[in-house]
C-alpha cells in the first residue's frame, strides 16, 4: 500500500499560479495522478504521469495551464498550476494508480487531499 501525503493548497486570485506537492511512501508506486472534487460535484480527473514519467496525460479543461511531473528519487509527484480560474476550486487529490487514462476506479490508493481556492 502506498501512503500519500499532499501539500501546496491555498487560495489565490485568477490569473494566479500554485504548486502541489505530493510525498509518497510505502511500496513502490507505478502511475501517479492529480484528480480534484469541487462541492456538490464527482470527483474528477486533472493529469496522470507514468512510473518513468515519459508519458502524460491531461485533463482537457488544464492542457496548456497544469504540468504534472514527478521526481522518483524523491516519491514527490508535483502539479503545477498557472493561469487559475475560479472553476478550478476543489479540493485535489493525489492518487496511485495504474494506467493513465483518467478513471478514479484505476487509482486505489489516495491523499487526504488539500484546497485550492481561486477568487475572480
Known amino acids: 500500500q502506498v501512503q500519500l501525503v499532499e501539500s501546496g493548497g491555498g487560495s489565490v486570485q485568477a490569473g494566479g499560479s500554485l504548486r502541489l506537492s505530493c510525498g509518497a511512501s510505502g511500496r513502490t508506486f507505478g502511475t501517479m495522478g492529480w484528480f480534484r472534487q469541487a462541492p456538490g460535484k464527482e470527483r474528477e480527473f486533472v493529469a496522470a504521469i507514468s512510473r518513468s514519467g515519459g508519458n502524460i496525460n491531461y485533463a482537457d479543461s488544464v492542457k496548456g495551464r497544469f504540468t504534472i511531473s514527478r521526481d522518483n528519487a524523491k516519491n514527490t509527484v508535483l502539479l503545477q498550476m498557472n493561469s487559475l480560474k475560479p472553476e478550478d476550486t476543489a479540493v485535489y487529490y493525489c492518487?496511485?494508480?495504474?494506467?493513465?487514462?483518467?478513471?478514479?476506479?484505476?487509482?486505489?490508493?489516495w491523499g487526504q487531499g488539500t484546497q485550492v481556492t481561486v477568487s475572480s
Open positions: 492518487a496511485a494508480g495504474l494506467y493513465l487514462r483518467g478513471l478514479v476506479s484505476d487509482f486505489g490508493s
